[in-house]
């Protein structure tokens, strides 16, 4: 499939999956066999969001122990 405008992830479903990243993991399975764009854009967006939620709770725990 060609990425063209109608295969590309909204902004707001962006944002949505990088802060919750269980939405992007919906949204990846639901889109992935016709609109392969859309779900690698929220699988991106999710995985960023888990990998940021992670950095800032080590920051958190370590800071929180001093």
């Not at 060609?2 to 962006?14: V, Y």
């Amino acid at each position: 499939m060609s990425e063209n405008g109608k295969d590309q992830l909204s902004t707001i479903l962006r944002i949505l999956s990088f802060l919750m990243p269980i939405v992007g993991a919906i949204i990846y399975f639901v889109n992935k066999n016709d609109h392969p764009a859309k779900a690698k854009s929220a699988c991106h967006a999710a995985l960023w969001g888990f990998g940021v939620g992670i950095v800032i709770q080590i920051i958190y725990t370590v800071t929180s122990g001093a």
